[in-house]
């Protein structure tokens, strides 16, 4: 069964740290790029960083320099390491993979708040 299990949101104040995870299952996880998105209600989804199956890496103007995407494909997992965290990026986070996208997972919750 594909599915996608995110976690590692919360209530973090400006400038602060979160570390996310993405479980995957029901593909053969190293084979694809992988990618965290995001969403704040109203608008669409967003691609802020991906990663390919040697660790190359891409990352979206919002995230550049402060955003760290990671896998590790023998746990079938990825991870995006945020840091000097701000409002604006208060949404949900998901993972999935941008070129073969796959039903969406529950996604975790970061809300930045002081």
């Known amino acids: 069964q594909v599915q996608f299990v995110e976690s590692g949101g919360g209530l973090v104040q400006p400038g602060g740290s979160l570390r996310l995870s993405c479980a995957a299952s029901?593909?053969?996880?190293?084979?694809?790029?992988m990618g965290w998105y995001r969403q704040v209600p109203g608008k669409q989804r967003e691609l802020v960083a991906q990663?390919?199956?040697?660790?190359?890496?891409i990352y979206a103007d919002s995230m550049y320099g402060r955003s760290t995407i990671s896998r590790d494909n023998a746990n079938l997992s990825i991870f995006l390491q945020i840091n000097s965290l701000k409002p604006e990026d208060t949404a949900v986070y998901y993972c999935n993979r941008p070129y073969a996208t796959l039903p969406w997972g529950q996604g975790t919750q970061v809300i930045v708040s002081s």
């Open positions: 990663i390919n199956s040697r660790g190359n890496t």
């Open positions: 029901g593909f053969t996880f190293n084979e694809f790029v």
